[in-house]
């Protein structure tokens, strides 16, 4: 139905949240139609809601997302049904963004898993502390998020080394007892096979170096497929970009021109403008490609150099020729040496839109890489019948090394990010600014358990029943320092349930107090013990989330001390731990030996449910869901630190949500609610803040279930802390948040005007006239059946009534001096 003569037309743009839906849930309409967008990410209606238009394909039966048939229309057509039929006055027309595909789509998402440290690592670069007046600190701080990231893509490769070249090609295919019985390694070793070409430990290496070669070329595969699919999606267009200027001709002519936002190219905006209303802060495309060239190439110099120091250390014991090993290991200094000026040089672009392209780094540095990688091969494959392996690699050290360069820059990270929350604190931040630092530390453990994991599964599987590095065995085993790490293991997790125990014993001591308050909040009718316990626990272990950042910071406190303990362990002694507690006490080196067993089967056994994991998922489409809401909370900020982490699912979302806003306001000059649940309200203030300021004047937010302020903005107070969010209320026309108390992920966002009182869950405490059966506790679910929803709605519509109301121009004096005022009360007016 048409809207009324002078009426103005009224939009309702839904955004789900974690772990994905489907239109017809959405919209709670099992006949949908897909108006916009593709397979991966696109715009429903019901199809009583889709405009007349020519060639519509008929609506299907509650159809899954990525089988709802486009609908192909006129655009103009599609604007003019800007009520749905029957609908109330203020009941307008309701439209889906369904985007879960962006994150669990095809079965190559699974792949993703092994890329957890990756993501984690990008999480920490965004959790920067608010500072004032310190650029130099802020480009420290991201300078040394991506030193980290390159670490722990050595980290990784280093360990495919391990499996590949030391345990394999050097230790097994060397040692009789290990080669013998193994068909696939025969060819490979001189006691099976004396006198064969490949028999040579230098051979040998240069072969097994192509397993670690292969896994580079998929993360570069893997990084170069996303970027292209997600870092090249650019913002709205300005009228001043010549790149656009065919776009804006036509824009003229049809009306798009009022949606184009003021900031040409090149220019750059105020600095005190918020970080994600930046222009260029969803367009990553420079630096995404030079991280990934130089994590590209660092991970082919470390294939390199564990195959090149091995080669020229065995001519130097048996006074070969040694210039050109020398030359080689030279070069891996040089080269490493440019790999990380690329990575610290620069960090991103977001006051503009940067089209620039460093195409002599991104095509030059893995292209020498790869040359120098394939002249390491070619000296390796020399004759040297002379050569033999035993023990380790000679490149045993790296993984001590790396382990000290990890935690000395996870402490620089901390110092850092202390002088950084010094200089504008705020005491709703995570951790006191910590949180940056501690994830970080996390990132690296997590790397450290599943490298480590891998190859004390490897050795085991290789040696037998006996322990590699022991005497009994006839492998030397992996590096001693992941014995070490893997001996440590145990006691964390001890602690780890100390702390759960001790959160256990709190939520239930909350939730008995909470009882008292349950019963207050439904005067009038008769309570029962099990029902107030049932809504008191809930409230209580909702309560858990804002205790985070404690257990965080216990725990990454725990992870340094004794990554410390067991990195000094295996520097001064050595030895595994069972052979360096020998001749200390019974009950000590009993201890020793427990942990090491108890940590080495641990650290394998969390690798092999790690890959269990990801072959599950890779077949299993229910299974990759589950993956994808992971990845729909730690893949929203771009990549910044990692190229390899997986790809930022925002930086489609959000030109998406943009466009869609701007072109409809400036065409239609109609009403449009904005309404975003759960992670669906963190992509709705992006968008937000990313429209020109006439068309940010003419929306309204509509936030539940949402971690704006309880996870974002004390997490990222950077980009989300109490200055920005107060600033995004000023932008927009208005904004109402709606929370529970038992939401465990969604609370206020502590704006003034701006927070509903918090929402009775269950709606009535038990049976009643019009509820027979005792309603349910919805938590973080379903906020539209509380009658507030619609009520939020029809508020935020009628104030938005008055036709082509005055765009809002940011006020930044006047957001900064409201700064972080704690809000809470009635809707917003």
Request: charged letters at 20%; glycine letters at 10%; a positive charge.
């Amino acid at each position: 139905m048409q809207s009324a003569p002078g009426e103005q037309p009224a939009l309702e743009l839904l955004v789900h949240g974690v772990g994905g839906t489907t239109p017809a849930e959405m919209l709670d309409d099992p006949h949908t139609v897909r108006v916009a967008g593709d397979d991966t990410a696109a715009l429903y209606r019901r199809a009583k809601d889709a405009p007349p238009a020519r060639e519509t394909p008929p609506a299907r039966e509650t159809p899954p997302a990525r089988e709802t048939p486009p609908a192909r229309e006129d655009e103009r057509a599609r604007e003019d049904a800007p009520k749905a039929a029957g609908s109330g006055e203020d009941a307008p027309v309701q439209e889906a963004y369904v985007w879960c595909d962006l994150t669990s789509g095809d079965a190559s998402r699974a792949l993703w898993l092994l890329l957890l440290p990756f993501m984690i690592v990008n999480l920490a670069h965004w959790m920067r502390p608010r500072a004032l007046r310190r650029p130099r600190l802020v480009r420290l701080y991201g300078a040394l998020v991506r030193l980290i990231g390159l670490s722990l893509t050595v980290l990784l490769v280093a360990a495919a080394c391990e499996v590949a070249l030391d345990l394999t090609a050097w230790q097994c295919a060397g040692t009789a007892a290990c080669a013998e019985g193994r068909a696939w390694l025969g060819f490979l070793s001189p006691h099976t096979s004396p006198g064969d070409w490949w028999t040579q430990p230098g051979r040998r290496l240069a072969l097994a170096a192509l397993v670690p070669a292969a896994l580079v070329l998929l993360l570069w595969f893997l990084a170069h497929k996303t970027w292209s699919a997600y870092e090249n999606q650019r913002p709205l267009p300005t009228t001043d970009d010549p790149d656009h200027a065919e776009h804006d001709n036509d824009s003229a002519r049809t009306g798009h021109a009022a949606a184009a936002t003021p900031t040409a190219r090149g220019a750059k905006v105020p600095r005190d403008t918020p970080a994600l209303a930046r222009p260029g802060f969803w367009y990553g495309r420079r630096i995404v490609a030079r991280l990934r060239a130089a994590h590209t190439a660092a991970a082919l110099l470390t294939i390199a150099a564990g195959v090149g120091t091995a080669v020229t250390a065995q001519d130097a014991a048996h006074d070969g020729p040694v210039l050109a090993g020398r030359l080689l290991c030279a070069l891996y200094v040089a080269l490493g040496a440019v790999v990380l000026a690329a990575v610290c040089r620069r960090g991103r672009s977001e006051r503009r839109v940067d089209l620039a392209f460093d195409r002599l780094t991104v095509r030059a540095l893995p292209l020498a890489a790869l040359a120098l990688l394939l002249a390491t091969l070619g000296y390796a494959l020399a004759d040297r019948p002379a050569d033999r392996s035993a023990g380790t690699l000679p490149g045993d050290a790296l993984f001590r090394v790396l382990t000290l360069t990890q935690g000395l820059l996870v402490l620089a990270l901390a110092v850092v990010a202390a002088l950084l929350h010094r200089s504008a604190p705020d005491s709703r931040t995570a951790l006191s600014g910590y949180g940056g630092p501690a994830t970080a530390l996390l990132a690296c453990a997590l790397g450290g358990v599943l490298t480590g994991g891998l190859a004390q599964r490897v050795a085991d599987w290789l040696d037998g029943p006996a322990t590699p590095g022991e005497g009994a065995s006839p492998l030397a085993g992996p590096p001693v320092l992941l014995s070490w790490q893997a001996a440590v293991l145990p006691p964390m997790l001890l602690l780890l349930l100390l702390l759960a125990a001790r959160l256990g014993i709190a939520t239930w001591r909350r939730a008995r107090a909470e009882a008292a308050r349950v019963d207050a909040d439904y005067p009038g009718v008769r309570h029962d013990e099990a029902r107030t316990r049932a809504i008191a626990l809930t409230r209580a272990a909702a309560a858990l989330t804002d205790r985070a950042p404690a257990l965080l910071g216990l725990g990454a406190a725990g992870t340094l001390l004794l990554g410390a303990a067991a990195l000094v362990g295996a520097w001064t002694s050595g030895e595994v731990p069972g052979e360096a507690t020998s001749g200390l006490p019974a009950a000590v080196h009993g201890l020793a030996q427990t942990c090491q067993a108890l940590g080495s089967w641990l650290t394998g056994l969390a690798a092999l449910l790690f890959l269990a994991f990801g072959r599950r998922a890779y077949r299993d489409p229910h299974a990759r869901r589950t993956i994808g809401i992971l990845w729909d909370v730690g893949t929203f900020w771009p990549r910044a630190a990692h190229p390899f982490a997986p790809p930022c699912y925002a930086e489609r979302a959000v030109p998406d949500l943009t466009w869609r806003m701007a072109t409809w306001t400036a065409r239609t000059g109609g009403r449009l609610v904005l309404s975003g649940h759960s992670q669906g309200s963190v992509l709705a203030a992006a968008a937000a803040w990313q429209l020109p300021p006439r068309a940010r004047g003419r929306i309204a937010l509509l936030t539940y279930g949402s971690p704006l302020e309880r996870l974002y903005g004390r997490w990222f107070p950077a980009h989300f802390g109490p200055t920005a969010l107060a600033g995004l209320r000023t932008d927009v026309a208005q904004w109402t948040n709606l929370y529970r108390a038992t939401d465990p992920i969604g609370g206020p966002v502590r704006v003034p005007d701006v927070d509903h009182t918090p929402l009775h869950d269950p709606l009535v405490y038990g049976r009643t006239p019009d509820e027979p059966l005792p309603p349910p506790i919805h938590g973080h679910g379903d906020y539209p059946c509380d009658p507030a929803f619609a009520e939020a709605r029809t508020a935020l519509l009628q104030r938005l009534r008055p036709t082509g109301p005055v765009p809002r121009q940011p006020d930044r004096t006047r957001t900064q001096a409201e700064g972080a005022k704690p809000g809470g009360g009635a809707a917003g007016t």
